[in-house]
Structure formats: C-alpha cells, structure tokens
C-alpha cells in the first residue's frame, strides 16, 4: 500500500502571536485519515501541537517515506505555513503528491493553486473528496467531480465546492492514530472558553450556517444549510469517549449549533436523559434563537458557559452592516436569563466596521460594559474574502492596504472610517477590553478562576496585549 501523511503545520514557522497561536483540534486530521485508512498507510502528524521544528518534520518524511502528503491549514492568518510545508515535501521528494486543504485552501484556492509545490487543492469538505482523490491517484477510480483545484495542460482547473450531505454517513474520527490523551489535558489556548474540568474532549456536530452575517466566512465555507448528525448518534459517541478516556467536561466548538433547534432539543434532552454528567461549554451561540425552554434545557444538561454573538451595540450598525438579526434589548434580557441558570456568558463585539461612525463605535463599548456578559470578546473588524463585509469595504474605499492582499489580524485595524483611522480603533480595542473585563478585583479574580490561570499569569496577558499595538 502506498502511504500518506496528514500533517498541521506548526503555525511557529511563520510567526508566534499569543493571541491566535493555538492547538488545533485533531479531530479534523482523524476524520480524514478515517476515510483512507483502507486504501493507505496513513500517518498524522500535528507538528504544531508538538511544536515541530522543519528539520523534526523532514525527519518524519524521511523515515516515513510518504507518496502523498495532505496538508490542513485552518486559517489564512497563517497560510504560508502550508506554502512552508509544501517546500519541504518537494525538497524532500519532488514526485511526492501534495494536497492542501481547510479553510484556507477552501477561501484561498485561486492563490494557493498558483503555488507550484502544490498539487491538488481540496474546496470545502474534504472527507469525501480526499477519499476518492487518493482511489484515483492508486488507480483504483475516476477523478472526484467536485471539491478539487488542480492544473491540466497548463490550465487551472477549478471545481464546484464539495459539502457532505449526510453527516452520520461519516466515521467517527479514528484517534488510534494519535494520542488523543496529550490533548485532553491541555487548552487549546488560554481564556475565557477554558474547558471546565479536565480531561476534556473538544466536538463539532453541525456544518453549515443559514444566516447571512455580512463578516462571516462560514457560507463560503460549509454553506448556508444546517447539516447535523443524529442526536443520538452524537451522545452514543460522547458515551463512548467518555468510557475510553474518562473525560470530564466538553468543548462544543460548533459555529451555530442552534440554528437546527429540533436537533439541538433533542441533544439536550438526550444529555439530561443518559446522565452523561459531562459539563460543557458552547463555543458559538446565536441568542436570538434562544428561548426560555431551551436555556431551561441547557441549564439541566449542564450547560456552564456560552459565547455569544453581539457584534455591535448600535442597531443601525447590526441591522444595516453587519446584517444580525438583533433586539438589542431583548439579548440583554436573555443574558440575564442565562446567568440566572448558573451559565456564565461571554459576548463577541466588533468595531472598525466599513460604514461605522466613532460615536457608534462607542456605542458599542458602553454596550459591551451594561449588557450584563460576564466578558466581552472585543474584536477589530476584518473584511475576509468572500464576504459581504469585503465588498461594503471596497465599496466604501475603507481599505488602508491592498484589498487583495489583507492581512488578517482581529486585534489590528485594517479599515479607515469617516472620522477614526485604523489606529484609533486598535488602541481603543485593547484598553476597553481591558477596563471592561478586568477593572475591578472582583472582575480579575473570576476571569482567573474561568480561565484555570493565576493573577500573574492574568496580568502578563493584559499587558501583552496593551503592549502589542505599539508593534
């Protein structure tokens, strides 16, 4: 059998940024490895976990001696570690294939196929597409129709995105490839979504979003149709790691589990039902599809902390730019009922919006502080490509750099307005992000306790981040 390496890059190779420098889940490698591992030896390689060095890597290819080498970069933030990783897979064998994928090489795959290291590109889900991507290079099927970039007689070839429609036809990702042990113990990175007890073991049920958030790649993605595995499908398989690991507490990182609130319902219920005694935390919530029933659900399976989507405290700004389908002050009502169910809450706001005056930006911060979250998530607006936000941005001529060529960075402004530059909102960004979460001792002393860390350790990150701006 011929061989294949599903390797992360270490996102150290190209730069270290405290803020977005973190563990990726290996769920999305054993995935894949679980749909070819009868048609060839595969091997996973998370060098960013294992903070791999080039040369450490290198190594790994020469031992391993891989026909094919799928590399998986999740966001643009750090796409030249897949042109890094390609270099060293040509270095090391010019013949071997190699196969780029995520959600880079899903936005990006009009630049990465320029990249002649490269060889296939993989647009939008990949399990399906790598399987019948590696029966064909064995010689054992035809090209995929869908889901693959590549070049033929000096043309690019380019293919309709592919989406998996049925999520239960997909195995389980197969962990016997890994040591899935070394990632239940550890943080994908500190802060407030902190796991609440350890191990804890990281899902994501749903693909797809139906709402039209002008900022979010998710449509170009994984589409606008919620997709979902069956409930119970997903609880057996919680039971299953929970057996085999002993893990403690979930992270659901899904984008928008509740956007199928039949599904959703029925998880929960399941949750309470099985006594699987397992605390979660939601990593993106939609608050304006919750209802009282099903907070009073999430409070009975064990629900301990949601993140949820603000974005602005102007409704001009969510209605007519970032298209949210907000009351303003129908979510700090349900804030309340969240909190009131033992749920700790955390908030997304954005500023620097293309369109956005300063007094609606502080608008935003003063709704950040009275919402009643217990932190606020801050974020400077950055126009990714294939959003609506890109082109009210080109449109609106907000761009400070060239629009083709945005360097993505949520903490630095990219954007000018009528009367704020890109300088005005990081600055305001980081201090008010600052004052809000921890301007008292007892705001301090809860966010250490949320986040696992100590005060010092607390501290070290505050100032790192007022500190970085000047860079």
């Known amino acids: 059998m011929k061989k294949l390496i599903l390797v992360f890059p270490n996102q150290r190779w190209q730069k270290y940024d405290f803020a977005t420098t973190w563990i990726l ?118 090209l995929p129709k ?33 040591k899935l042990e070394d990632y239940l113990n550890r943080e994908h990175r500190k802060g407030p979504l902190s796991a609440p007890k350890f191990p804890f073991y990281q899902i994501t049920v749903t693909r797809g979003c139906p709402f039209g958030c002008t900022f979010c790649q998710v449509a170009s993605i994984s589409g606008k149709k919620i997709r979902t595995r069956r409930a119970k499908n997903v609880i057996n398989h919680l039971l299953e790691i929970k057996k085999k690991y002993h893990i403690k507490s979930l992270l ?56 949820v989507a603000i974005e602005s405290g102007n409704e001009r700004v969510n209605k007519t730019i970032v298209k949210k389908p907000l009351d303003l002050n129908n979510v700090i009502e349900m804030i309340k009922k969240i909190k009131d169910q033992g749920i700790y809450c955390l908030g997304n706001f954005m500023i620097g919006l293309p369109g956005e005056t300063w007094n609606e930006i502080l608008d935003t911060i003063k709704y950040a502080e009275d919402c009643g979250v217990d932190y606020a998530k801050i974020f400077v607006a950055i126009p990714l490509k294939k959003t609506k936000l890109w082109e009210i941005a080109y449109e609106k001529e907000a761009f400070v750099q060239d629009p083709y060529n945005i360097e993505v960075n949520f903490r630095f402004g990219q954007l000018k307005g009528i009367d704020w530059t890109p300088k005005d909102v990081s600055i305001l960004r980081a201090y008010e992000w600052d004052r809000i979460n921890f301007g008292t001792a007892e705001k301090r002393k809860k966010m250490t306790e949320i986040w696992h860390i100590t005060e010092q350790e607390l501290n070290k990150i505050r100032k790192d981040t007022r500190d970085a701006i000047n860079l």
């Open 25 to 142: 889940n290996p769920a999305t490698l054993c995935q894949l490895a679980a749909m070819v591992k009868n048609d060839v030896i595969v091997k996973v390689v998370d060098a960013n976990f294992y903070n791999l060095s080039q040369d450490q890597f290198t190594a790994l290819l020469q031992e391993f001696c891989p026909d094919y080498v799928g590399i998986s970069v999740l966001t643009s933030e750090y796409g030249i570690t897949l042109d890094i990783t390609a270099e060293l897979v040509k270095g090391f064998n010019s013949k071997t294939i190699v196969i780029a994928g995520g959600v880079h090489a899903t936005i990006e795959y009009e630049e990465v196929i320029k990249n002649q290291n490269i060889d296939y590109v993989v647009r939008g889900e990949g399990e399906n597409v790598l399987q019948g991507l590696i029966k064909y290079l064995n010689g054992h099927g035809s």
């Open 146 to 178: 869908k889901g693959l970039v590549f070049r033929k007689n000096n043309k690019i070839i380019v293919q309709e995105r592919a989406l998996v429609e049925d999520l239960d036809s997909l195995p389980w990702p197969d962990y016997s490839l890994i």
């Open 252 to 307: 659901i990182a899904d984008d928008n589990m509740l956007a199928d609130r039949t599904f959703f319902k029925d998880f929960l219920n399941l949750m309470i039902k099985t006594r699987i005694n397992l605390p979660f935390i939601m990593g993106g919530v939609s608050i304006f599809l919750l209802t009282d029933e099903i907070i009073d659900l999430m409070g009975k399976a064990k629900c301990v902390g949601v993140n």
